[in-house]
C-alpha cells in the first residue's frame, strides 16, 4: 500500500460477536463451518495486528444489541429482524453480544453506531466518522457474507469509497452464501478482492 494511503485506510470491522465467532454463541452452530474452515477468526486476529502496526484505523460496525421491546410496532420486519427477536441475537448485557475476546477494540479504535438491518452505513454514523477522519479506502472483514459484509460493502461503493474485501475473513451459514458473495455479487461493484495474506503483503510492499 503507498504510504500516504495508509493514513486514509481503515478496516472495518463488521459483527465480530460471541454469537458469531465463539463456541457457545447463539450462531455458533451455524456458522462454524464456514468460520473455522476459512480460518475467520485467526485471519481477523492477524489483519487487525497488522493494521495497527501500520497506523490504519480500526473501525467497530456491530448490528443492534437486541432488548425487550425491539421491533415493537414496526411495520414491517425482515426475515433479519425476526431472527434477532426470536432469538434475541447480541443481546444487551449478555456474553453473546460482546466482541470476541481476540478482537476487542483498543485505544484509539472507533466504534460506529449500531445497525439495524444489514448495512453498517444504514442510519448510523459510520460514513461521518470516515469523513471526519480522512478515509476514502475501507477494508472490510466480519459477518455475514451475504449480508451485513455484501450490504456494507455496496453502499461503501455508493458513498464513493475504494472497498476492499477480505475473502477469508468472512464466514456465513454455508459456503454458498460465501460463494455467492466473494464469486457472483462483490466482483460485480467492488474494487479489490483479497485474502488476508496479500493484504498484508501489499502493506509490506507498500502498494495497494
Not at 454469537?19 to 477468526?41: A, M, R, Y
Not at 437486541?66 to 414496526?74: E, S
Not at 472483514?141 to 469509497?161: Q, W
Request: aromatic letters at 10%; proline letters at 3%; glycine letters at 8%.
Amino acid at each position: 500500500m503507498e504510504t500516504d494511503l495508509t493514513s486514509k485506510t481503515a478496516l472495518i470491522l463488521i459483527d465480530p460477536f460471541n454469537d458469531f465467532l465463539s463456541e457457545g454463541g447463539k450462531l455458533w452452530e451455524t456458522v462454524k463451518q464456514t468460520v473455522i474452515e476459512n480460518n475467520v477468526v485467526p485471519n481477523l486476529i492477524k489483519l487487525v495486528a497488522e493494521c495497527r502496526k501500520n497506523n490504519i484505523q480500526i473501525i467497530y460496525a456491530p448490528h443492534r444489541k437486541t432488548q425487550k421491546g425491539d421491533y415493537l410496532n414496526w411495520k414491517f420486519l425482515s426475515p433479519s429482524h425476526l431472527g434477532s427477536l426470536k432469538l434475541s441475537l447480541f443481546e444487551k448485557d449478555s456474553w453473546g453480544g460482546e466482541f470476541h475476546p481476540d478482537l476487542q477494540p483498543e485505544e484509539g479504535d472507533l466504534i460506529a453506531q449500531n445497525h439495524w438491518t444489514a448495512s453498517g452505513f444504514a442510519n448510523t454514523d459510520l460514513d461521518f466518522l470516515l469523513k471526519e477522519h480522512g478515509i476514502t479506502h475501507i477494508v472490510l472483514a466480519g459477518m455475514r457474507a451475504n449480508t451485513c459484509i455484501d450490504s456494507t460493502a455496496r453502499y461503501g461503493v455508493e458513498l464513493g469509497y475504494h472497498v476492499t474485501l477480505i475473502k477469508d475473513g468472512i464466514g456465513a451459514f454455508n459456503w454458498d452464501e460465501i460463494k455467492a458473495t466473494v464469486e457472483t455479487n462483490f466482483p460485480n461493484y467492488g474494487h479489490s478482492l483479497l485474502t488476508t495474506d496479500d493484504f498484508i503483503s501489499n502493506l509490506k510492499d507498500e502498494k495497494i
